[in-house]
């Protein structure tokens, strides 16, 4: 990837979005337990939706889905070793990275 040219009004807007953004969370979460309760209802939706807890993930080598906390991503992921010493690895292209995952899924594949 190369380096990418901002221009500083391209920057001044990346910031006032960066602002906004924090400002509108304060108003839909003004508390630390009204955050809490997001953290909650969306922990619950997602399960509706057919994640679980990453206790339960294959640990045979097989790849699933996962999602971590502070990532809007989903990325495939193994667990390696025997429970419960082992680790989750999401894979990228050509490489893993360890991972502390929170929901996993079985791949539709």
Known sequence: MGVIHLTPE???????????EISQRAVAMP??????DAMLQAYQRL?????????????????????????????????????????WWVHDEHDMYPSRPVLFKLKKD
């Open 31 to 36: 508390t630390e337990q009204d955050a809490i």
């Open 47 to 87: 399960k509706e939706l057919g994640w679980n807890d990453t206790v339960y993930c294959p640990k045979d080598g097989t790849v699933f889905d996962v999602i971590e906390p502070g990532s809007s991503g989903v990325h495939s992921c193994t667990y390696d070793g025997e429970w419960p010493k082992g680790s």
């Open 10 to 20: 391209e920057i001044q807007d990346v910031f006032d979005s960066q602002e906004k």
